[in-house]
């Protein structure tokens, strides 16, 4: 018989059955929360540069608008569905919630491969993106921003394309911008200095040093270069990272024992975080199978490529030296393997938080924007700790006082916050 096809939505919603049994949620905040409240599926035509039109499939998700404006980034990405989306703007709505930020969750994306897109059809997807839900999104209703394969020039488009229908200048519509137009100091670097703000806090719980630490990080993008940065920063040496190759089209880890430089990376990467082998030789770095990443003998791995990358198929390989797992990725290991890692006792930091530092940087530019003052870098990710730390350790806290895994404790906070919101707006 063949394998079922991993389905990330369904995952979400085991992971959320299985905290709303704990908490003792009734039934109608249950109905109301395991499934978004509102989805937009949509066709873009656009006229290719060869002079033909293609029609692209996009949509835009909004879980849940409890607490604040739904919030979430698009991507674009040829294997794209509907059941990602929902999953990923399922787990952006717990996301807000455990760091604490008024907004709500949502998701959005374009199925094709920019990869093979001029920027001119990108700007014109980017376009007809927005023409499709500009009365459904924006500052008040719904912000997104960048994700798999999206960036700054992207939606900078979208917002441009919006303030166009609009009328006005409305930069809190989207985050996600360049510097200087509209962007935050800090947000390149959020999301993976926040992965490691929570690595440097589990740390000090389990006593583990990061100063002569290693790590593996699966993904060279924008989540995994941050993190090696901030991590050879504080002396722990990355040691394997993994990417996609699209000239092989198959993903390698790529290994340095004395540990990958971050300048040396940036230099050898393209923007879709794809190691060219050629540089990748000429580092020293020893070109090894795709899954190799996760079987080195490292204190700490760092999943952040994509979803189910950590499953029934691979925990077993989880080497005895690993004592912390912090999910960069959204949504990267299946229940089965958190059974696998949670008997091995090993310290895992949940995705929605561990990579909530984009989101929460992003709320900053929203703040910002609303201002129009911006902060400086050191002000940005000084805040970004702040909130990453004390959201870290109120789930810690809580994982240890109900003795629960710490992905549970993580959605025991977020759920019961958002159910909160529905209730004290009446809706449940
Ligand atoms: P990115 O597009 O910049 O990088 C993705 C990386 O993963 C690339 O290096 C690619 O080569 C690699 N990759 C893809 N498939 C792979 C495979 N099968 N094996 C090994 N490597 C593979 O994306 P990103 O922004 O770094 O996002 C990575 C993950 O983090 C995603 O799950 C995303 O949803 C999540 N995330 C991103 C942000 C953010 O601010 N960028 C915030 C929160 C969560």
């Known amino acids: 018989m063949a394998e079922k096809a991993f389905n990330p939505f369904e995952m979400a919603q085991r992971q959320f059955d299985h905290v709303a049994d704990k908490l003792g949620l009734d039934q109608g905040t249950r109905d109301f929360l395991r499934t978004p409240c509102r989805e937009y599926h949509f066709l873009i035509p656009v006229r290719m540069d060869d002079g033909n039109v293609k029609v692209f499939r ?16 698009i991507r674009f990405h040829p294997h794209e569905t509907i ?34 897109l001029s920027d001119r059809e990108q700007e014109k997807i980017c376009r007809g993106w927005v023409r499709q839900v500009a009365r459904n999104v924006g500052p008040i209703q719904d912000v997104p921003a960048p994700d798999v394969m999206t960036h700054g020039q992207h939606m900078l488009w979208m917002m441009d394309e919006y303030e166009a229908i609009h009328g006005g200048r409305l930069p809190g ?9 509209g962007g935050s100091l800090g947000r390149t670097e959020a999301t993976g200095y ?3 703000y929570t690595i440097r806090e589990a740390a000090k719980e ?3 040093d990061l100063k002569g630490a290693t790590a593996a990080i699966q993904g060279a993008g924008n989540v995994a270069q941050y993190t090696l940065d901030l991590l050879q920063q504080l002396g722990t040496r990355t040691i394997a990272i993994s990417c996609w190759d699209n000239t092989d089209k198959k993903p390698y880890t790529y290994r340095c024992k004395e540990g ?3 300048k040396k990376l940036m230099a050898s990467i393209d923007k879709f975080g794809t190691v060219s082998p050629a540089k990748a030789k000429a580092n020293g770095w020893e070109q090894l199978e795709a899954g190799a990443w996760i079987e080195q003998e490292v204190d700490i791995l760092v999943p952040a490529a994509q979803e189910n990358e950590v499953n029934a198929g691979n925990a077993d390989k989880i080497k005895a030296t690993v004592k912390i797992i912090a999910e960069g990725a959204n949504g990267p290991t299946t229940p089965e393997a958190d059974e696998i890692i949670q008997k091995k006792g090993i310290f ?4 929605f938080l561990c990579n909530a530092g984009g989101v929460t940087c992003s709320y900053f530019e929203q703040v910002q924007c609303n201002m129009n003052y911006f902060w400086d870098r050191d002000e940005v990710l000084r805040r970004l700790d702040l909130k990453m730390t004390s959201a870290f350790k109120a789930v810690s806290a ?10 549970d404790a993580a959605y025991m906070i977020s759920i019961q916050r958002v159910a909160d919101a529905c209730r004290l707006r009446g809706w449940v």
């Open 58 to 73: 996009g949509f835009r998700v909004q879980h849940s608008d409890a607490r604040g404006p739904a919030k979430g980034g």
């Open 83 to 116: 059941d990602t989306v929902r999953a990923l703007a399922t787990w952006m709505t717990w996301k807000t919630a455990v760091v604490d930020i008024p907004l709500g969750g949502g998701k959005g994306g374009v199925i094709c491969d920019p990869r093979e």
């Open 173 to 181: 519509m989207i985050t996600g911008k360049p510097v200087g137009m």
């Open 194 to 196: 926040g992965v490691v």
């Open 206 to 208: 389990i006593g583990l």
């Open 260 to 262: 990958i430089d971050f």
């Open 348 to 351: 895992l930091i949940p995705d």
């Open 398 to 407: 809580l994982a240890r006082e109900k003795k629960v895994y710490m992905r």
